[in-house]
């Protein structure tokens, strides 16, 4: 059974820092890439951040540039997103996914599995 299980979600005040997981089970890890996406309540899924098979290169959101950092252990089947610098505007429920190919890595209906999310809520 393919899953993926998302933590390290919480309440954290603006300019604080969290950092999420994403642990995958069920087929090979390394041959996926993995993106992380949020969605806020009553807006559409958004994409975020996404990391190659290998971790060689990696993709983000404008909003998100230089603030949020995403790294992967191929070695541990986790994926991470570091926050940091972080704004009320980041509230929302973040999700990790994965898919089989780089290209249009920024349409959530191009990834195949999907965790439960984890909330993250920035207070000002």
């Known amino acids: 059974q393919v899953q993926l299980v998302e933590s390290g979600g919480g309440l954290v005040q603006a300019g604080g820092s969290l950092r999420l997981s994403c642990a995958a089970s069920g087929r090979t890890f390394s041959n996926y890439v993995m993106g992380w996406f949020c969605q806020a309540p009553g807006k559409e899924r958004e994409f975020v951040a996404a990391?190659?098979?290998?971790?060689?290169?990696?993709y983000y959101a404008d909003s998100v540039k230089g603030r949020f950092t995403i790294s992967r252990d191929n070695a541990k089947n986790t994926v991470y997103l570091q926050m940091n610098s972080l704004k009320p505007e980041d509230t929302a429920v973040y999700y990790c996914?994965?898919?089989?190919?780089?290209?249009?890595?920024?349409?959530?209906?191009?990834?195949?599995?999907w965790g439960q999310g984890t909330q993250v809520t920035v207070s000002s």
């Open positions: 990391i190659t098979w290998s971790g060689s290169s990696t």
């Open positions: 996914a994965d898919r089989s190919s780089i290209t249009y890595y920024t349409d959530r209906f191009t990834y195949d599995i």
